[in-house]
């Protein structure tokens, strides 16, 4: 993770970001101004706007969200951040999708696990394309820009790292969720595609490097690798490839596909404008 500067992290607090979450996203190397520019701390009945605004929720007739669901979410009353970024398909508007990790985060009970993020019910799973204020129109330029390689994690905090480095870093909320699947009647997957965002960078020539954690469990490699050759075939519009095959290169901290062994190789940050 990139070092922050005395200077940097002397940049007072914004009034939108509670200290907790300013200091926890200064700790991960993300420079201020991409904080500033993509964190929003929330509480009270906030936190249920940005997450429980879908029209397919369940309501009573009064318009009031179900007791069911005010029960299983009243945790995020307690507080918590958000982040969202920016929308491709609105123009580069804000995105109203993103998440939500509560201070006081459930668990739930069937699975044992608590649940450390939360995101919007009812709603597709989308990606983040995050604010750089100091050059706001970087992802209208990378979209134009074919030959400009696009780096994808897992985790908006990682993203909003390499963008404090230079890189153009797109972030999923999970290694599955780059790609939407169709299964028949008997769950048999008949179609695997790019979610729309996505597609829209997936230009002939575009260099994706998909960087996912590579951890040191042999489950969560597994998934790691199941998530990563489908996903690059879909960018690919090739068949997909075997989760066992050799372009799948593990490096400390990383599980990438078409990571170069020569470090020389690796994507440059792009250019400040």
Same mark, same amino acid.
């Given at each position: ?8 992290? *002397? ?6 970001i509670n200290a907790p ?11 201020? !101004? %991409? %904080?500033?520019?993509? @964190? ?8 249920? #706007?940005?997450? &429980? ?5 369940? $309501?009573?007739?009064?318009? $009031? ?6 029960? $299983? ?57 995050? @604010? ?10 990378? !979209? ?18 390499? %963008?404090?480095?230079?890189? #153009?870093? %797109? ?11 169709? $299964? ?18 997936? !230009? ?29 075939? &879909?960018?690919?519009? !090739? ?5 066992s095959s050799p372009s799948?290169?593990?490096? =400390?901290?990383?599980?990438?596909? *078409? ?8 994507? =440059? ?5």
């Open positions: 993770m990139p070092s922050i500067s005395l200077l940097e992290a *002397s940049i007072g607090i914004p009034g939108h979450h300013w200091q926890e996203w200064l700790d991960s190397g993300i420079a201020p !101004q %991409i %904080i500033a520019a993509n @964190l929003t701390s929330l509480e009270g009945d906030l936190p249920f #706007d940005r997450l &429980c605004s879908a029209p397919g929720l369940a $309501r009573t007739n009064s318009g $009031r969200l179900t007791t069911a669901v005010l029960n $299983r979410y009243s945790h995020i009353e307690a507080g918590g951040w958000w982040c969202s970024g920016l929308d491709p398909e609105k123009s580069w508007d804000p995105m109203l999708w993103g998440c939500f990790k509560p201070d006081r985060p459930r668990v739930d009970l069937e699975r044992n696990k608590t649940i450390k993020y939360e995101h919007p019910l009812k709603t597709p799973t989308r990606a983040f394309f995050l @604010l750089d204020p100091d050059h706001p129109n970087r992802w209208a330029e990378v !979209q134009a820009d074919a030959n400009r390689p696009i780096l994808i994690v897992e985790g908006v905090k990682k993203a909003a790292a390499l %963008i404090s480095l230079g890189y #153009d870093a %797109i972030a999923l909320p999970g290694v599955f969720n780059g790609r939407r699947v169709m $299964r028949d009647s008997a769950g048999k997957i008949w179609s695997e595609t790019l979610i729309p965002e996505l597609a829209l960078f997936a !230009q002939t020539g575009r260099p994706f490097y998909l960087c996912f954690d590579h951890d040191t469990k042999a489950n969560t490699r597994h998934n790691v690798n199941l998530a990563i050759a489908p996903q690059a075939a &879909c960018s690919s519009n !090739q068949d997909p490839p075997s989760a799948l290169v593990p490096r =400390k901290g990383l599980m990438t596909s *078409s990571w170069p062994e020569d470090p020389q190789l690796l994507p =440059k940050p792009s250019p400040k404008p």
